[in-house]
């Protein structure tokens, strides 16, 4: 089965689905363009039929349980893997393009990838997503370190520019890591679980610096996250993703319904508040419940 998805204006009444003649065609805003594409491990299916457009400036948000083909739609997106079928485009170039041209496209991978104990300060780290934008052989010349000190104090971390990116605080490490996707002044920036090692108390604020960055880089968001209090805390839109892409346009419109076809589990165990009980191999159960809004803030009175 197929499911088209396309995104909506906030300030739409009703989710619906768009014209057919509309699917798949590239629009006037669009930065990104998801066509119609499938991929496969080894003949085993992770995507099928994905389809979706990105605004520019817009934040979109990425979710679904593990193995639901999140990070291999973000690999698409970036041009780590070619679809085996259908097609993507990253401001009108070839995924591999845009990544490639170094002013474009910037990535933050999770935290848990990186080897901290490796001896690099945080300018350094900055440093390295000038790399294609310095001569070959030659050091980094004046303008590429008043662009890392721009980064740096944009993410307010320009004070620890000396010190060693393993001792920082796991919020900090963040920030560098923005900072150095941010150096080049892309146009689109991809986050890959970016709340991760970062504390409850912690994750407001950055958030509230995501925000900050995107309208002073005039950036276009594209987060694949887990955590599905910080989507709705930040997105403007949101794909459900699970092999295929089941679409609500409006995050504080999803439902319980909904996200138990994505996830096939109930809303305690979305949002971790608990660990399933029962006896059983599989993702957690679900027993009867209203299909509302669970997300929303509480009714005053």
């Known amino acids: 089965?197929?499911?088209?998805?396309?995104?909506?204006?906030?300030?739409?009444?009703?989710?619906?689905?768009?014209?057919?003649?509309?699917?798949?065609?590239?629009?006037?805003?669009?930065?990104?363009?998801?066509?119609?594409?499938?991929?496969?491990?080894?003949?085993?299916?992770?995507?099928?039929?994905?389809?979706?457009?990105?605004?520019?400036?817009?934040?979109?948000?990425?979710?679904?349980?593990?193995?639901?083909?999140?990070?291999?739609?973000?690999?698409?997106?970036?041009?780590?893997?070619?679809?085996?079928?259908?097609?993507?485009?990253?401001l009108d170039k070839s995924p591999r393009e845009a990544c490639s041209t170094g002013n474009l496209v910037g990535y933050v991978p999770q935290r848990h990838n990186i080897d901290w104990s490796f001896p690099i300060t945080v300018k350094q780290v900055v440093q390295l997503g000038l790399i294609s934008k310095k001569r070959r052989f030659r050091w980094f010349n004046h303008t590429h370190q008043l662009s890392t000190t721009e980064a740096l104090t944009a993410v307010n971390m320009a004070q620890l520019a000396d010190q060693p990116i393993g001792g920082l605080s796991g919020g900090q490490q963040q920030r560098v890591f923005i900072a150095r996707a941010l150096v080049a002044k892309p146009k689109i920036l991809f986050l890959d679980e970016p709340t991760t090692g970062i504390d409850q108390a912690g994750q407001a604020q950055f958030l509230e610096l995501l925000n900050a960055l995107k309208r002073q880089f005039n950036l276009t968001l594209i987060m694949v996250s887990h955590d599905l209090r910080s989507v709705v805390a930040s997105c403007d839109y949101v794909a459900c993703l699970n092999k295929t892409l089941h679409y609500h346009d409006r995050p504080q419109g999803l439902s319980n319904d909904i996200l138990f076809n994505v996830f096939q589990c109930d809303m305690d165990a979305v949002l971790d508040t608990h660990s399933c009980t029962h006896n059983h191999p599989g993702p957690c159960c679900s027993h009867d419940h209203p299909a509302t809004n669970p997300l929303a803030p509480p009714r005053k009175g």
């Open 1 to 90: 089965m197929i499911t088209i998805m396309t995104f909506f204006p906030l300030n739409a009444p009703h989710s619906h689905t768009a014209p057919t003649s509309d699917l798949g065609r590239h629009q006037g805003r669009d930065v990104v363009c998801v066509h119609n594409v499938s991929y496969a491990y080894d003949h085993k299916l992770a995507l099928s039929g994905i389809t979706l457009h990105v605004k520019q400036g817009s934040t979109l948000g990425i979710i679904g349980p593990n193995g639901g083909g999140k990070s291999t739609l973000l690999k698409l997106m970036l041009g780590v893997l070619r679809p085996n079928t259908g097609s993507i485009t990253i």
